[in-house]
């Protein structure tokens, strides 16, 4: 059972490129997250998913864009990576049933622009 | 997506039954209480979840009044293993995703 995984798990890229984050459930849980994470932030909702082509704004999707053609793929692009997006994304995973925020974690993807 | 407040970090020893309080004054009728556990370089690790009096799992028991306007999670007999963060979280799933948001958390440190 591999669960919810996350590619690459660290990347290093130059500012201006473009990167695209990939993540991968099994489950085949309706809801998809992205979280960036940073020293003295905390955890900070980039976008979500309720189900395939249905995307929706976190509290901070500025720079970045999500896809989801596909109930287990959730793939996050930065167009053009500036450094304040250095930090470590988490991709999660909910059936959305629980009533609460009951949500299924990846093991981050460290990403550093340089 | 109700406010909450814990402690920044909290000590225990070993073999002691460790509580951490999460206060939600203004929490909605339609609200759950969840609560996560996060080592350093992983991803959040869900732990319980609960909308009101008791509910115990393999893990914690998550203690919930009747004005629900706090939650304690215990952990019980701690080890080394449970130092982590845990984090806070009271909302309902229907009113959406947009303003979620961890916090800080609680850091517990557990000595030998």
């Known amino acids: 059972d591999a669960g919810i995984t996350q590619s690459p798990r660290y990347k290093i890229t130059e500012t201006g490129r473009q990167v695209t984050l990939m993540c991968h459930q099994t489950?085949?849980?309706?809801?998809m997250f992205w979280y960036r994470q940073d020293l003295g932030h905390g955890l900070r909702l980039i976008y979500y998913?309720?189900?395939?082509?249905?995307?929706d704004k976190g509290e901070v999707p500025d720079g970045y864009v999500v896809s989801r053609s596909k109930t287990e793929n959730f793939p996050l692009t930065l167009e053009s990576a500036t450094r304040s997006q250095t930090s470590v994304y988490f991709c999660?995973?909910?059936?959305?049933?629980?009533?609460?925020?009951?949500?299924?974690f990846g093991p981050g993807t460290r990403l550093t622009v340089t | 997506l109700a406010k909450t407040t814990q402690p920044i970090s909290m000590d225990s020893y070993e073999g002691q039954e460790v509580n951490i309080t999460c206060s939600h004054n203004?929490?909605?009728?339609?609200?759950?209480i969840t609560w996560y556990q996060q080592f350093p370089s992983q991803g959040p690790r869900f732990i319980i979840q609960?909308?009101?009096t008791k509910v115990t799992n393999e893990v914690a028991s998550l203690f919930i009044p009747a004005d629900r306007k706090s939650s304690t999670l215990s952990l019980p007999r701690v080890s080394l293993s449970d130092t982590a963060v845990y984090y806070c979280?009271?909302?309902?799933?229907?009113?959406?995703?947009?303003?979620?948001?961890f916090g800080k958390g609680t850091m517990l440190l557990v000595s030998p």
């Open positions: 979280l009271v909302g309902d799933m229907n009113s959406g995703y947009s303003t979620l948001t």
């Open positions: 998913s309720a189900a395939a082509d249905i995307t």
């Open positions: 203004n929490i909605a009728t339609n609200d759950y």
């Open positions: 489950w085949s849980h309706s809801y």
């Open positions: 609960g909308y009101k």
């Open positions: 999660a995973s909910s059936e959305g049933s629980s009533g609460g925020y009951e949500q299924y």
